[in-house]
């Protein structure tokens, strides 16, 4: 589900030059991109950022929501493999890669759950739950994760990943290693 977009041209112009602003400034310095530079940047005032995005965490959901929904598309597509472990592992070490290459979304998905403001089926945070559960749910009925592994667990796990790798040399490659490291142990045990 996208978040909901203002409808007259020039309020939804506004709102697409903001989130254009946004991508930006938090490219360049991340999740803590400062609102007053955003609405600089995007031609508008501070009142009329705040009112299409009225807390960051609005901001940062706008901001993510086609990133983290292109994430949701490849574990639909992942799901249709046979080794639904393997399907999992390479879900879980995209989004790290993602998290770990896409300065702030990593920061962004640990505060959604303490933010009201966006609708709780639309967060990106809910998006990634959602997709993900589906994939470890084939890999429980596999038997190739432990049956205490919940989705939430492994999202937290992949996101501290992305957050201790994000902005270091090779990212990509750091991530990948330290989510197969981690994957290890939610393995079936003997």
Known sequence: MALAKPKRADARRNYDQIVAA?????????????????????????????????????????????????????????????????ALVDWLRAVAVYGA???????????????????VDSTCEAMLVGAGGELLRLAHDAAAVRPEVSIVDLLTLVNAVSLATEGSTDAAAEATRLVDLALEGVRPRG
């Open 101 to 119: 290459t896409t300065r702030g979304l990593a920061r962004s998905l640990l505060d959604g759950g303490r933010d009201p403001a966006p609708p």
């Open 22 to 86: 946004a991508e930006a400034e938090i490219d360049r310095h991340g999740a803590d991109a400062s609102l007053e530079e955003i609405a600089r940047r995007a031609g508008v005032g501070s009142a009329t950022l705040h009112r299409h995005f009225p807390t960051r965490q609005a901001l940062l959901e706008a901001v993510f929501h086609d990133r983290v929904e292109v994430l949701c598309a490849q574990a639909d597509e992942l799901a249709k493999r046979p080794d639904a472990g393997a």
